[in-house]
């Protein structure tokens, strides 16, 4: 597996140098704004037509209550959790952040996904018990938004059962409005439906400088951009994830340290902007994307969130955030990703799936939340197949050159365990 290990010299002399070197103070005229310690009521937006009032960055997935409560700290009020992060462990982290806090003042998302997502069994009533029991983790009454997770089919939107445990739960007071997130290969046909049935109040999406298509010379998702911007005309909220190739990637870059770069958050403010904020501040400059949502690892991953969320898109942005991409690339998948591995793989791998769960082993330390992920696929879907695999088919339909079968087989090996 390649490490794509570049040292300052190498990495600032690529190109990624001179987009830095644009931001820095007295040199292209340009001045970095300095990022306040937290992010103040007066940054947030409101949230399309939940109606609520929100930090243009959202908390997400966390290994400890820790980063959560440090997060509401520093002004974040969005939180999202799921029953599948680390089996609703994440969600009682969330409950420890919203204690002593007003509840008026944070807004919360919780996803839903078995017997939904795609093969369509769950009951009503059943997602309602199990609403219930989210409820309890969180230690509140009620949630701002539940939302149906990971989307692979278009059908999964209107599908009665959630809709109806929806409409029940509205009526108790349970619920404020209505989500559902992709990041599947099929996501023009999935967002474009969730906006066609307008019956959601947000849309949570995968989306990236990387997203139109013009990094790897891959086809992209050129008509994303046009369905955020018809979600805007509707009123419905847009927050988005997988702003990069891994949420940490730590072994990008190496030589870190005071005057290096550290591409994913910021080190020595005024010289260095951090690769995820440049890509954050990237993604939330289109004025039909309302939020950024963010993996909180610690400190650093917090002021880069707070850093993303209070200052503005400035040039060298674009270029800074594409270069990590470049430097990571074949250290993991592009995400949205249409998937052609696993179009051409013979035994239906699903390869999207395991390469997304690989990257949240290697690059996010989520050890356990990335085991747990592998071990809901279907058996026939996972990459023991790899293992003995002569095709190799996955290797040539890869437009990005990612090693393909050598990343299935480590995730394999690292996540069946």
């Known amino acids: 597996m390649p490490t794509h290990k570049i040292d300052r010299r190498s990495f600032i002399g690529t190109g990624l140098g001179a987009a830095v070197g644009a931001s820095m103070p007295g040199e292209g005229g340009q001045v970095l704004p300095s990022a306040p310690a937290r992010i103040e009521p007066s940054d947030y937006i409101t949230l ?7 930090s243009r960055v959202a908390a997400g997935l966390s290994l400890g209550s820790e980063a959560l409560i440090a997060s509401a700290d520093a002004g974040i009020n969005y939180f999202d959790t799921a029953e599948i992060y680390l089996d609703g ?26 017997g939904l997502q795609n093969e369509l069994t769950a009951t009503a009533e059943d997602v309602i018990r199990r609403f219930h029991t989210f ?17 692979q089919r278009p059908e999964a939107l209107t ?10 739960l509205r009526i108790q007071g349970r619920v404020r409005s209505l989500g559902a997130s992709t990041h599947d290969p099929k996501l023009h046909e999935i967002v474009a439906k969730t906006i066609e049935t307008n ?25 994303l951009p046009k369905l955020l911007e018809e979600a805007k005309a509707r009123n419905i909220a847009v927050s988005t994830m997988k702003i990069m190739i891994g949420a940490v990637a730590a072994d990008a870059v190496s030589g870190l340290g005071p005057d290096a770069i550290d591409p994913n958050d910021i080190v020595a403010r005024g010289k260095y902007l951090g690769a995820r904020v440049a890509a954050s501040r990237w993604v939330l ?14 400190p650093g991953t917090i ?46 791998v699903a390869i999207d799936d395991v390469l997304r769960y690989g990257m949240y082993y290697d690059h996010d330390g989520l050890h356990r939340q990335a085991r747990l992920e592998y071990a809901s696929l279907p058996v026939e879907n996972r990459a023991s197949l790899c293992l003995t695999c002569e095709s190799q088919a996955c290797l040539s339909a890869c437009p990005e050159g990612v090693p393909v079968s050598a990343l299935t087989r480590r995730a394999h090996a690292q996540l069946s365990l």
């Open 135 to 151: 409820l309890e983790w969180l230690g509140t009454d009620y949630i701002d938004c539940m939302l149906i997770h990971n989307v």
């Open 285 to 298: 400059d289109n004025p039909n994307v309302d939020v950024v949502q963010y993996t909180m690892t610690g």
């Open 159 to 168: 599908n009665p059962a959630w809709l109806e445990a929806y409409r029940r």
């Open 199 to 223: 019956l959601y109040d947000l849309i949570l999406v995968a989306y990236n400088p990387t997203t139109e298509g013009d990094l790897y010379g891959s086809p992209g998702w050129p008509r």
């Open 303 to 348: 002021a880069a969130a707070v850093e993303s969320g209070t200052t503005p898109y400035v040039g060298g942005d674009q270029e800074l955030a594409r270069a990590y991409h470049r430097f990571a690339s074949g250290a993991g998948c592009p995400i949205p990703c249409s998937a052609p591995c696993r179009t051409a793989c013979p035994a239906d």
């Open 48 to 54: 399309g037509r939940t109606g609520a009032r929100v």
């Open 89 to 114: 462990e994440h969600a009682k982290m969330v409950g420890a952040a919203l204690t002593g806090r007003p509840r008026k003042d944070i807004f919360v998302s919780a996803k839903f996904q078995p």
